[in-house]
């Protein structure tokens, strides 16, 4: 009788580092988490770090755990991988933290440095390159909805070029997070076209890039003509290595579950308590890990025995909602949508992923609730009925729905109106874009409160519509919602989501473990390859794209077979809630526009 086999997945969320051990069946076996170190700066709120110090020893306190309290052998783990927050690392040519702290130490790497050397996702340094890069009209904007990010990590790239000493910028080396610890695990320099596709504006060798000034060429990867016109030309002359490489000459792109080189180092293995060689599987970012984990799910309601098929995810978006939310929707052609992507192979050879996104999701939330004068209270009266403050606040929504008798809680703010942007990442892609409250009254109580964080909750499922309505008008066809990450818990934003976007939406057992059951998805899937491949690790580009294409389908019946049943969430919004719903959508898209009107008289005279 052969043994159980077993994976691992890693996820390195922005405050924590996380492992799961599963069995071949998706199953949860054990799971734990460390907090991680994040450090901002006392005089510029844009600042963001961690240390992969930090992280990495976090992910083998995690590894160890989940070991010791399955009680699993490390010889019972048949492959592992990982995923992590779109944040830039910079380390030297032996893998030494490099500093990206702003004085004296930015650019050293060593003891003296620190190891402060990662530019987390939501560091907003890199504004002015941002700016720059965006008014080059260069063709891989095409890729990002004609607008970069300052979240991405060539603005980051770029402030760094702009701030450290020439000699120390020469030295350093770029990855994404998720990219360092598979580094960190294998040595291998492979890197994921996920994490350099989706925020390193790579885009894969043959594909059309068009400019702004209607010019078109097939890529070669790495853009030079980008990159010399942005000021990253030491890049280029250096066959960019400090990003990667080109593939097919001195670097190797591999898609999502591939194995990376031979697996686990003897150094690794002995630190995370696994086998030397243990298949590391290509990694992806974060929300990509809680697309695989999430997108394949049946319903609990279909009996069908048919398994799903690959085809069936382009009319699935995935979000992955905590502190803030990514929304992503995959299909077989390249959907050009005001938002970021579409990036081609990102996780499934020959298919594009778009991704939308909102700033602030849990952080808005908490900031509505944290700044209101009558949190102290409603915190006590919680307290004191025994409940959490979300259940207490829905309790004060149901009293008053009563009290002034309307049937929904949508009558109790249809005169109040919330645009929450913070900063718009998709689909508008400005990130000067501000807050807005209409509608406020002189109330401070526990009522007001409660309706406040109604109105926030409303707001987010609108939001979410916007970017689902701007997908469906380029040429997705999205029918449903695939939700994981903290936010899933939180049953009126589902209800909400579900009744503002007249879709489904379904809800996995375990949301909050998604990410971190996609990248044990991935490490079955390098698992499996790799025993295919005898062993052998896969060494050239050549290789590297026919393996991809040969087993595309790996991944996807891993995923299938592993991806628990999800519960749906269909829309009990009465008529009248729903056309309050429709008009207060329409306001939300009114108020866009008001703003940014309003933005520009102020600008004429203000500039």
Known sequence: MSEQSYYIGFD??????????????????????????????????????????????????????????????????????????CS???????????????????????????????????????????????????????????????????????????????EDFEKSFFFELDLTVTYRATESIARSNCSLTCKFSYVSPGVKVKHLDGKEESSEGWSAGFLNKIGLESLVKRDFEQVGGQPGKNGLIMTAGQPVGTGLTERAAKEFGLLPGTPVGSAVIDAYAGWVGTIAAKSSADKSTERLKLEESSHRLAACAGTSTCHIVQSDKGVFVDGWGPYPNAVFPGWWMNEGGQSSTGQLIDFIINTHPALSKAQEQAKESGKGLFDFLEDKLEELKKTRGVSSTTELTKHLHFYPDLGNR??????????????????????????????????????????LDEMNAKGHVVDSIYMSGSQAKNKPLMQLLASVCNVAVFIPPHPSAAVVMGAAMMGRCAANISEKLQGKPIETQEEQDRIGVEMQSELWDVMAEMTPEATAVISDASDLEKKLLDVKYKIFRESIEIQKRWRDQIDVVGN
């Not at 963001?48 to 052998?73: D, F, H």
């Open 12 to 85: 390195v969320g922005t405050g924590s580092a996380r492992a799961a051990l599963l069995d071949s069946k998706g199953k949860i076996i054990a799971d734990a988490t460390e907090n991680t170190k994040t450090y901002r700066s006392e005089t510029d709120h844009r600042i963001y770090e961690q240390s992969t110090q930090n992280i990495w020893s976090s992910l083998a306190l995690c590894c160890n755990r989940v070991l010791s309290t399955s009680g699993i052998p490390a010889s019972q783990i048949k492959g592992i991988s990982f995923d992590a927050t």
């Open 426 to 467: 998709s689909p508008l892609a400005d990130v000067k874009m501000k807050g807005m409250i209409t509608g406020l009254t002189l109330d401070s109580g526990v009522n007001d409160l409660a309706v406040k964080f109604h109105v926030t909750l409303e707001a987010i499922a609108l939001q979410t519509r916007h970017i």
């Open 88 to 166: 830039l690392c910079v380390v030297d040519g032996q893998g030494v933290p490099v500093c990206v702290t702003e004085g004296e130490g930015l650019g050293k790497s060593g003891e003296e440095a620190g190891d402060r050397n990662v530019i987390l996702w939501a560091d907003h340094r890199a504004e002015e390159e941002a700016a720059f890069i965006n008014q080059t009209g260069e063709g891989v904007l095409g890729f990002v909805g004609g607008v970069m990010s300052l979240e991405m990590e060539i603005p980051k790239t770029l402030w760094l070029k702009k701030h450290m000493k020439e």
